[in-house]
């Protein structure tokens, strides 16, 4: 069966400020029952794939409430976070018993750089503590690294450190200044393509890592439709987020050709 997969922006809301991000803002969320009302329709419309993301999605309230309906109907949930929220929370972990897959945010082991990128001093020993934790839960654990003028020589050392772990993916991603925070900034962030590319052997190294895949602007606008906070579906073209409709209104199938 082909994938139909959605990338959901379920909350803007953030416990970290990443000066790279290239997350919505000003963009309010929806409750729950709304949001419901939207994942009803992914399912009916034969959804197979989820990737719940934000913001931090673990800052929307019950976002378990979701993760478990989604679940109940066939649907693989995969989470993005920056791991905060689960390093520090017992409670929350109890979220891996309804998702397929964790995808943790990383760009550096140096705590100075992560703390330059708006991560946190202590991102570095929040990702650890995440990563001693889902070894043993099953989840397949995927890593998500923006690489950028800050991190672009300490590259190895991060794969250093995630060889580790048995890491299913690590997707790398060129800084793009697509939106909001990321585009202000571009000037303190953005490297060339050639730079990019001058970097990709390191990322080959790593025997406990599976797969390595390389993300520049140009993938992010042939991959994904993207449903945001308020219930938009966006579609990125040529640099610039175009509003295609909402989905608690419109079919959100109409769009993923």
């Avoid at 390389?214 to 579906?233: H, P, T």
């Amino acid at each position: 069966m082909q994938k139909k997969e959605v990338c959901w922006n379920i909350t803007t809301k953030c416990n970290q400020n990443c000066k790279y991000c290239h997350r919505f803002l000003g963009i309010n969320d929806l409750c729950y029952e709304e949001n419901e009302r939207i994942l009803d329709n992914l399912i009916k419309d034969g959804i197979t794939d989820i990737t719940w993301t934000g913001g931090e999605a673990l800052l929307y309230p019950n976002l378990i409430g979701l993760l478990k309906k989604a679940k109940e109907n066939g649907i693989n949930n995969k989470l993005i976070t920056n791991g905060l929220l689960l390093a520090k929370n017992d409670e929350i972990k109890e979220i891996c018993n309804y998702l397929d897959a964790l995808t943790l945010s990383i760009d550096s082991t140096d705590n100075e750089i992560n703390a330059e990128l708006g991560r946190g001093i202590n991102h570095y020993q929040n990702i650890k503590t995440v990563l001693e934790y889902v070894k043993n839960t099953g989840l397949k654990l995927n890593i998500n690294t923006v690489v950028s003028k800050k991190n672009i020589d300490q590259l190895e050392e991060l794969g250093n450190f995630l060889n580790n772990y048995k890491i299913n993916s690590w997707r790398v991603f060129q800084f793009m200044p697509l939106r909001e925070t990321a585009e202000r900034n571009r000037n303190q962030f953005e490297i060339s393509d050639a730079e990019f590319e001058s970097k990709k052997g390191i990322f080959q190294k790593f025997e406990n890592i599976g797969r390595v895949d390389y993300r520049q602007e140009k993938d992010m606008e042939d991959k994904y439709v993207l449903l945001v906070a308020n219930g938009d579906i966006v579609k990125t073209e040529n640099g610039k987020d175009v509003k295609k409709g909402n989905a608690l209104y419109q079919n959100l199938m109409d769009f993923m050709e």
